[in-house]
């Protein structure tokens, strides 16, 4: 079974440092366009970042210059590393990315299970 799996959410202060991860599992031949999202209790799923298979790299002006988006291709895991984080960077953080699998001649959009991130004051 395909899935994005996230970790490394968690409870941190106002100011520092959480480094998420997103790996895919299962049998499919490429990853398209990764990317992180986030939900905060009662408001709609945003972006957060993106990054192509040639390293270019989109954020959400609410996050330039603290989180940095990456991949290791050859680990087909997406991290999200947040610095100088705030309280108002506390939602549920989602994986989300077109996977083209085996058999198939499009690719299929999917979403991780989301990881909490909580910035205390």
């Known amino acids: 079974q395909v899935q994005l799996v996230e970790s490394g959410g968690g409870l941190v202060q106002a100011g520092g440092s959480l480094r998420l991860s997103c790996a895919a599992s299962g049998s499919y031949l490429s990853i398209r366009a990764p990317g992180w999202y986030r939900q905060a209790p009662g408001k709609q799923r945003d972006l957060v970042a993106t990054?192509?298979?040639?390293?270019?790299?989109n954020y959400a002006d609410s996050v330039k210059g603290r989180f940095t988006i990456s991949r290791d291709n050859a680990k087909n895991t997406v991290y999200l590393q947040m610095n100088s984080l705030k309280p108002e960077d506390t939602a549920v953080y989602y994986c989300?990315?077109?996977?083209?699998?085996?058999?198939?001649?499009?690719?299929?959009?999917?979403w991780g299970q989301g990881t909490q991130v909580t910035v205390s004051s």
């Open positions: 989300n990315a077109d996977l083209l699998l085996r058999g198939r001649w499009d690719y299929t959009n999917y």
């Open positions: 990054i192509t298979t040639d390293g270019s790299t």
